[in-house]
């Protein structure tokens, strides 16, 4: 299975909503990543968890909280969030910092 | 910190022409790796190259590094309208696990 899933494919959500996007890869992979991608940009990393610990937080609010209840579970807790942060969000993840990344088709995120 | 450049940010070529684009770093790579996302979906590696010097083949593309490591290109030969999307370098950051991606060259295929 080389597969990066992620759930849901599409959520709409008001600014006084909690949700969650989850990621789940059952390659073995050691790191997971999270980014945010804006319409005609490249991807912009958020988060990184190596062997289920947190090693990089690129100064996200605090309204994102990402979780990895196990080495293949990867999720992102909304709450509160802006009509800005509305993107595609994309949970990858790789054997080690240095081999490829697999990407998820994403969640399209609507904040309203 | 390090930044990766990418040019050019739009290529429109007619199909069966050729294209290129060109990948710096402000900093020399460990490795640099080349990803494709087509329109609405998401990146998908294509290759890693590691040497200086190292020159890869992928049917149609080519991909090469440069010498310093600092430096790439990736050229597609007698393109396709499946070679249509955003094609997007990357590097390893100063911080392990923090990937910089270029701004990517978004190619479109006239048939």
């Known amino acids: 299975d080389t597969e990066v899933t992620q759930t849901p494919k599409h959520l709409v959500m008001g600014m006084t909503n909690k949700k969650s996007l989850k990621c789940e890869q059952h390659m073995g992979h050691r790191a997971m990543y999270w980014y945010k991608q804006k319409a005609k940009k490249p991807p912009e990393l958020m988060f990184v968890?190596?062997?289920?610990?947190?090693?990089i937080n690129e100064s996200v609010p605090s309204r994102f909280s990402p979780e990895c209840p196990n080495s293949s579970l990867l999720n992102l807790h909304l709450h509160a969030l802006q009509p800005e942060d509305s993107a595609l969000y994309l949970c990858?993840?790789?054997?080690?910092?240095?081999?490829?990344?697999?990407f998820g088709p994403g969640t399209r995120l609507t904040v309203l | 910190g390090q930044q990766v450049m990418q040019i050019p940010q739009y290529q429109h070529v007619q199909e069966g022409e050729d294209f290129t684009t060109y990948c710096n770093s402000s900093t020399t790579l460990s490795n640099i790796q080349w990803y494709k996302q087509r329109p609405g979906g998401h990146p998908v590696f294509l290759i890693q190259l590691v040497k200086s010097g190292e020159v890869k083949k992928q049917k149609r593309l080519t991909f090469q590094f440069g010498e310093a490591k600092k430096n790439s290109s990736l050229h597609i030969t007698a393109t396709q309208t499946t070679d249509v999307g955003t094609y997007f370098c990357?590097?390893?950051?100063?911080?392990?696990?923090?990937?910089?991606f270029g701004d990517g060259t978004t190619l479109t295929v006239k048939p």
């Open positions: 990357a590097g390893p950051g100063t911080n392990a696990g923090k990937s910089t």
């Open positions: 990858a993840s790789s054997q080690d910092f240095l081999n490829e990344q697999f």
């Open positions: 968890y190596s062997y289920e610990k947190l090693s």
